[in-house]
Structures are given as structure tokens and as C-alpha cells.
């Protein structure tokens, strides 16, 4: 893994994970929903429109217009739309802490529906990262949570899942910046009919929510996606999902600066667990893993 790769990994991890931060600051002042399809629709828009001046066609491969409309549909309609509606009744750093859980669960999957053998590491690491979940779930019972949001945001996960195992067929065949629009678009047009049935246009204006649409819009949104589809097209999905293990850190440590969220000592230690566990998973899944051959990776 070279140092462009590494330092893609790493603002990946840190923009992937501010979102939540963000997110939290746009729900508590307008509509989830309309929000998030105004976001994709922003966002989808420029990404074309830059696509375009650079050359690209939205002449897709047929691999690519499945996957991206399952990414639409799941990380973008799903995943955010839920975690979005669950952000109003629960904290930025429990959302992305179960968030971050999704290499895990793709992990978990292989092993239970594609007939994948886990390795001893990657044994040990689901084991760590269901004990660290249990150790932060369990804080979060005793001192209250919303079970609806809580509920919301493993439904989320769940979906975000399901668009990582479809991302591969979106990375064949170039055009990523297309690719990234367009399933932004998917989004908007899912999330444009629940908004228009169930929401009222209600926002509270104010710079900070400004700011943290647009950051929203651009940032999170449309560079790291951009950047995670380049990712994971220069190393393979397995390397580049070893990034993973970043985002619970990033995702509770950007939360508690920016919202003033509490941290407690269980909280800091299950997130710990957690990150081991993912690192864990993800290095017994690289291509001949063993002490030296990662030691040259």
C-alpha cells in the first residue's frame, strides 16, 4: 500500500466520519428527509456536470448501472435516510460508532451467505467487535436511549452493508465521478417521495445550518465518495476497507469536539474494541495475510 493510498484512506475515514456531526446540525433545524434529497440532488448535479467537462459518459457498463443503482438505493435512500430520521432522537457518536460496525456485518455475511471460511483472526475480530457493541449498547441502556432511533440506525447499517457488497461492480469500467452522481441521484428520487408524503417544510434558519448543509453537500458527500471509489479501485475493496477501523475514533472524537457530546470511559473503550475488531477482520482477509507479508503491505 503505497503513501497516495494511505493518505486516501485517511481523509476518507475523517470525512466519512464528520457526517455524522454534520447531519446531526441539519436534522435538529429542518425535515431529514427533504434535506438529504436536496443534498443529493446538489451533489449529484455538480458531480455530472463535472463528469461531463472531463470526458466521462453516463453510458454505463451494465455492471456499473446495477450496482449503482443498488448503492442509490441502499447507502444513499437507506443507510442515510435512516440515519438521518434516527440523528433527531439520538447522539452523532452512537450513530457512527453502529455505523462503523458495517465491515463486520459484510464480514459476518460472507461467513453465513456466500460461504466464506473465516480465518482465525477474522473469528477473533467479529468476537471483539460484538463485545465491543455489547459494551457500548449496554452504557447506553442504563443512562437512556431511544430504541426507535437505535432501531433506525441498525436498519442503516444493515443497508450500508448490502451497498459495500454491491460496490464492486460499480468499480469496473471507469467513470467514477459519473457513477458517483448518478447514484446520488437514485437517492434523491427515493427519498423525494417519503419527504413530499410525510414531511412539513419547516426549517429554522441560521448560519450554522449553512454550513453544515453545504459542508454536507460537498464534503462528506460528494468528496468522499469520490475518494472511497478511487480507493478502492487503486488497492482492492479488502485494503481499502481496512480503513474502517478508523471511523469509530474519528466518528465519537469529531462529535464530542464540534457538539460537546459526552464520552464516557465505556463508551472509549468499546469504541477501542470495536476498531481492534474491524482492523482485525480486515487484515485476515488480505491476500496472503501472515506477520510478514503484512509487515510489507
Same mark, same amino acid.
Given at each position: 500500500m503505497?503513501i497516495?493510498? =494511505?493518505?486516501?484512506?485517511?481523509?476518507?475515514a475523517?470525512?466519512?466520519?464528520s457526517?455524522f456531526?454534520?447531519?446531526?446540525?441539519?436534522?435538529? %433545524?429542518?425535515?431529514? !428527509?427533504s434535506a438529504?434529497?436536496?443534498r443529493?440532488?446538489?451533489s449529484?448535479l455538480?458531480?455530472?456536470?463535472?463528469?461531463?467537462?472531463?470526458?466521462?459518459?453516463?453510458h454505463?457498463?451494465?455492471?456499473?448501472w446495477?450496482?449503482? =443503482?443498488i448503492?442509490?438505493?441502499?447507502?444513499?435512500?437507506?443507510?442515510l435516510?435512516?440515519?438521518?430520521?434516527?440523528?433527531?432522537t439520538?447522539?452523532?457518536?452512537?450513530?457512527?460508532?453502529? %455505523?462503523?460496525?458495517?465491515?463486520?456485518?459484510?464480514? !459476518?455475511?460472507?461467513w453465513?451467505?456466500?460461504?466464506?471460511?473465516?480465518?482465525?483472526? %477474522?473469528l477473533?475480530g467479529?468476537? %471483539?467487535?460484538?463485545?465491543?457493541v455489547?459494551?457500548?449498547?449496554?452504557?447506553?441502556?442504563?443512562?437512556g436511549?431511544?430504541?426507535y432511533?437505535?432501531?433506525l440506525?441498525i *436498519?442503516g447499517?444493515?443497508?450500508?452493508?448490502?451497498?459495500?457488497?454491491?460496490?464492486?461492480? /460499480?468499480?469496473?469500467g *471507469?467513470n467514477?465521478?459519473?457513477?458517483?452522481?448518478?447514484?446520488?441521484?437514485?437517492?434523491?428520487v /427515493?427519498?423525494?417521495?417519503p419527504?413530499?408524503?410525510?414531511?412539513?417544510?419547516q426549517?429554522?434558519?441560521s448560519?450554522?445550518?449553512?454550513?453544515?448543509?453545504?459542508?454536507?453537500?460537498f464534503?462528506?458527500?460528494?468528496?468522499?465518495?469520490l475518494?472511497?471509489?478511487?480507493l478502492?479501485?487503486?488497492?482492492?475493496?479488502?485494503?481499502?476497507?481496512?480503513?474502517h477501523?478508523l471511523n469509530p475514533?474519528?466518528g465519537?472524537?469529531?462529535?464530542?469536539l464540534l457538539?460537546?457530546?459526552t464520552?464516557r470511559?465505556?463508551d472509549?473503550?468499546?469504541?477501542?474494541v =470495536?476498531a481492534g *475488531?474491524?482492523?482485525?477482520?480486515q487484515?485476515?482477509?488480505?491476500p496472503?495475510a501472515?506477520?510478514?507479508?503484512?509487515?510489507?503491505?
Amino acid at each position: 500500500m503505497d503513501i497516495r493510498a =494511505i493518505l486516501m484512506g485517511l481523509a476518507f475515514a475523517v470525512m466519512w466520519s464528520s457526517a455524522f456531526t454534520s447531519a446531526r446540525i441539519i436534522v435538529a %433545524a429542518a425535515p431529514p !428527509l427533504s434535506a438529504l434529497a436536496l443534498r443529493f440532488l446538489i451533489s449529484g448535479l455538480f458531480a455530472i456536470a463535472i463528469a461531463r467537462l472531463l470526458g466521462q459518459s453516463w453510458h454505463l457498463t451494465r455492471g456499473q448501472w446495477r450496482a449503482t =443503482i443498488i448503492f442509490g438505493l441502499c447507502q444513499n435512500a437507506l443507510y442515510l435516510g435512516l440515519n438521518f430520521v434516527a440523528m433527531q432522537t439520538i447522539e452523532a457518536s452512537l450513530a457512527a460508532i453502529i %455505523a462503523s460496525t458495517m465491515p463486520l456485518l459484510v464480514a !459476518l455475511s460472507g461467513w453465513a451467505f456466500l460461504g466464506d471460511r473465516p480465518k482465525p483472526l %477474522a473469528l477473533a475480530g467479529l468476537l %471483539a467487535g460484538i463485545v465491543g457493541v455489547a459494551l457500548i449498547m449496554g452504557v447506553r441502556f442504563t443512562g437512556g436511549v431511544d430504541f426507535y432511533g437505535l432501531a433506525l440506525c441498525i *436498519g442503516g447499517v444493515i443497508a450500508l452493508t448490502v451497498a459495500t457488497l454491491s460496490l464492486r461492480g /460499480a468499480t469496473s469500467g *471507469g467513470n467514477f465521478l459519473m457513477v458517483v452522481g448518478l447514484q446520488m441521484l437514485v437517492g434523491c428520487v /427515493a427519498l423525494s417521495i417519503p419527504a413530499v408524503a410525510l414531511e412539513t417544510l419547516q426549517i429554522d434558519w441560521s448560519l450554522n445550518l449553512l454550513l453544515a448543509f453545504a459542508y454536507t453537500v460537498f464534503v462528506p458527500g460528494l468528496a468522499a465518495t469520490l475518494v472511497w471509489f478511487l480507493l478502492v479501485d487503486r488497492i482492492g475493496a479488502v485494503r481499502a476497507a481496512t480503513f474502517h477501523f478508523l471511523n469509530p475514533f474519528f466518528g465519537v472524537a469529531i462529535a464530542a469536539l464540534l457538539l460537546g457530546e459526552t464520552l464516557r470511559p465505556l463508551d472509549l473503550l468499546g469504541v477501542a474494541v =470495536i476498531a481492534g *475488531g474491524i482492523l482485525a477482520v480486515q487484515l485476515s482477509r488480505l491476500p496472503g495475510a501472515s506477520a510478514k507479508t503484512l509487515g510489507k503491505s
